[in-house]
């Protein structure tokens, strides 16, 4: 069973922290990384995604990718309370087609003022 | 923005009913998706379609689901027998391409009674 796995928290951060969440998938093969944000009984809401191993900044976000160790991270600069959220993390698996994410159980995060 | 727009946004039935869940993706997108959330679970992939046929499904979309692009327009997801089990968020989504770049819909939430 290919998984995702992160840490279901919640991750408490002070306002103008650092947050990082982190993600690790079982599926060596895999391909495409993908960050979405959840809020409270809403859909899920892209943030980033990344092909290739490093980092790839986004205005606040950083997401950073490393395939030898099956380890993908969002970094949340100067947090704010507004990104108080669970962030999902999802995987392409290679041996599914282009077709399907997996994802994981999400991490929340919580930004306190 | 363009967005994805789902109908129902809730839905309640009595088990064994047919239910039929529509979603109209945004307007240039070319594949389309059906995933759902039980409460406090992780997103689960159930299908993607492309081309006016199914490309992939999951285990979980057993001959009970259907999917179909009646219209050009509308993407809909029919349940023929709700089990109770079926109660969860359904996301309604699509991307330009088969990369997975996906963008949701605001979700139609199912109770089976």
């Known amino acids: 069973q290919k998984e995702v796995e992160q840490n279901s928290g919640p991750l408490s951060v002070p306002e103008g922290a650092i947050a990082s969440l982190n993600c690790t998938y079982s599926d060596r093969g895999s391909q495409s990384f993908f960050w979405y944000r959840q809020y409270s009984g809403k859909s899920p809401e892209l943030i980033m995604f990344i092909y290739s191993n490093g980092d790839k900044e986004d205005g606040r976000f950083t997401a950073q990718l490393n395939k030898a160790s099956q380890y993908v991270s969002l970094l949340i600069r100067d947090s704010q309370p507004s990104d108080s959220a669970t962030y999902l993390c999802a995987v392409n698996l290679v041996d599914t087609g282009f077709q399907k994410l997996v994802f994981g159980t999400g991490t929340r995060l919580l930004v306190s003022p | 923005e363009p967005e994805v727009t789902q109908t129902p946004s809730h839905q309640v039935t009595q088990m064994g009913q047919e239910v039929i869940l529509r979603c109209v993706p945004i307007?240039?997108?070319?594949?389309f998706y059906w995933y759902r959330q039980i409460l406090g679970q992780k997103v689960e992939f159930l299908v993607s379609f492309y081309n006016n046929e199914i490309s992939e499904k999951s285990e979980i979309f057993d001959d009970q689901f259907s999917v179909e692009r009646p219209d050009g327009s509308n993407f809909t997801l029919k349940i023929r027998s709700t089990k109770l089990e079926d109660s969860a968020m359904y996301f309604c989504a699509s991307s330009p391409t088969g990369a997975n770049v996906l963008t949701f819909g605001a979700g139609s939430r199912l109770t089976v009674l």
């Open positions: 307007s240039n997108h070319l594949y």
